[in-house]
C-alpha cells in the first residue's frame, strides 16, 4: 500500500507541475494561482484519504472512524474552497482543473494497479 501512495504522490506531483507550467505560459496568474490552489487541496485530500484507509486494522476494523473522518475531511475541504471562492482571488475553474487532475491521477493509478494485480493472479 505505501508503495502505491508513493507512486501516486510522485506522479501527481508531476502532473501537477507540468499543469502549473502550461497554465503559467497560457493563461494569467489567477489561473495559475486556482491550479496551484485545487492541486495542493487535491494532494491533502488525497493523503487524508490514503492515511484513514492504511489506518485501518484488519483484526480490529472501526467503519465509525473512517466515516467520520471522511465527513470531517470532506467539510473542511467545502470550508477551504468556500472561504477561496470568497476571496475571488482565485479563477474557481483553475480551482477546479487543479483539484480534478489529482483526482484523475488517483483513477488511473488505481486502474493501473488493478491491470497489476489481475496480471499477477492470473499469472499464479
Same mark, same amino acid.
Request: aromatic content about 10%.
Given at each position: 500500500m505505501k508503495r502505491l501512495i508513493r507512486r501516486f504522490s510522485y506522479t501527481a506531483?508531476?502532473?501537477?507541475? =507540468?499543469? =502549473?507550467? =502550461?497554465a503559467a505560459v497560457l493563461f494569467s496568474w489567477h489561473v495559475v494561482f486556482g491550479v496551484i490552489l485545487g492541486g495542493a487541496l487535491g494532494l491533502l485530500n488525497m493523503r487524508g484519504m490514503a492515511r484513514g484507509v492504511t489506518g485501518l486494522d484488519i483484526n480490529d476494523p472501526r467503519p465509525g472512524r473512517l466515516f467520520f473522518g471522511g465527513a470531517v475531511r470532506i467539510v473542511v475541504l467545502g470550508a477551504a474552497i468556500v472561504l477561496i471562492a470568497m476571496t475571488r482571488s482565485v479563477n474557481l475553474f483553475g480551482l477546479l482543473a487543479g483539484f480534478l487532475l489529482i483526482v484523475l491521477v488517483v483513477v488511473v493509478e488505481g486502474v493501473r494497479e488493478m491491470r497489476l494485480i489481475s496480471k499477477d493472479e492470473q499469472s499464479s
Open positions: 506531483l508531476v502532473v501537477w507541475g =507540468i499543469a =502549473i507550467a =502550461i
